[in-house]
């Protein structure tokens, strides 16, 4: 489905409660990742190659099968970003523009919809914080109801990506984004939360007043039991306008990024080159 890409305001005036409720994306909004979800149409248009798909496939498995590690993060962010230098900037917004919905909206976590929207009933300012390119970001982040977002972005010049990041939200960045949207809309940290599925996100969530891990990896359930931090699942993707749940395998070949062929041929190529045993 087509349509207008939705706009988030760059700084909503303060919210009436007061605080902040900040949100990471993959695997905490949506099952799975938001940088890979779009490799099918970008692979439609030309700008992927089948071999650079099954390459982004395999580190898809790597995120699903080990959790987004520090490691697994920096090999998805040189996937991403090799793929990416020289893309023209404006077909990369058409072609989100034209599949947002379509790819996005089956991915999107029920449970997190319905928390969103239990926050903004309470007045808080909902952010989004990313990892993945702000062109990817910003519109899931208005889909879903955010009122604005930090994301990664990369540079840009004579409207192509060059393949160096200008910001990286990722990590103590993103506990720095809660910072200073603190100070500047005068909400205390104490008051704020976070909800996050990763170790890597350990920064926000210790910044804030109220954390809480959703769909934790192995690191980060250790840390909520020893914390005593809430623990949430998020297990219901569904369309948001038909709340209809995909097939089984629908959801985690559509976060993968690629079609089933190329999705079983990544299974193969990873227990191929493991070792013996493992």
């Given at each position: ?68 590690d520090a490691d697994t ?5 040189r996937r991403i970003t ?22 996005v909206e089956p991915l ?171």
């Open positions: 489905m087509s349509g207008v890409l939705p706009l988030l305001r760059p700084a909503p005036p303060p919210s009436a409660s007061g605080a902040a409720a900040f949100f990471d994306l993959d695997k905490t909004i949506i099952a799975g990742s938001s940088a890979l979800a779009f490799s099918r149409p970008f692979r439609r248009q030309g700008l992927i190659t089948r071999r650079a798909a099954l390459r982004s496939g395999y580190a898809q498995l790597l995120l699903l099968l080990s959790g987004a993060m920096e090999l998805l962010r090799a793929l990416c230098t020289g893309w023209e900037v404006a077909q990369i917004r058409a072609i989100v523009t034209e599949t947002l919905h379509d790819i999107v976590y029920a449970e997190a919809t319905e928390l969103i929207a239990e926050h903004r009933a309470n007045g808080d300012e909902v952010v989004v914080l990313s990892a993945s390119g702000q062109e990817v970001v910003e519109p899931i982040a208005a889909l879903v109801g955010a009122d604005r977002c930090f994301a990664t972005r990369m540079g840009v010049a004579d409207g192509r990506y060059t393949g160096v990041i200008d910001y990286y939200c990722y990590g103590e960045e993103k506990a720095q984004a809660a910072r200073q949207i603190a100070a500047e809309q005068g909400y205390r940290l104490a008051d704020c939360r976070a909800y996050s599925d990763s170790i890597t996100d350990l920064p926000l969530l210790e910044v804030v007043g109220h954390p809480t891990v959703v769909n934790p990896d192995r690191a980060l359930r250790r840390e909520a039991e020893l914390r005593g931090w809430p623990v949430l699942t998020f297990a219901d993707p569904v369309a948001l306008r038909m709340r209809l749940r995909p097939p089984p395998l629908r959801a985690s070949l559509t976060a993968a990024g690629v079609g089933a062929a190329a999705a079983l041929a990544a299974v193969g190529w990873y227990v191929r080159r493991r070792p013996a045993g493992s």
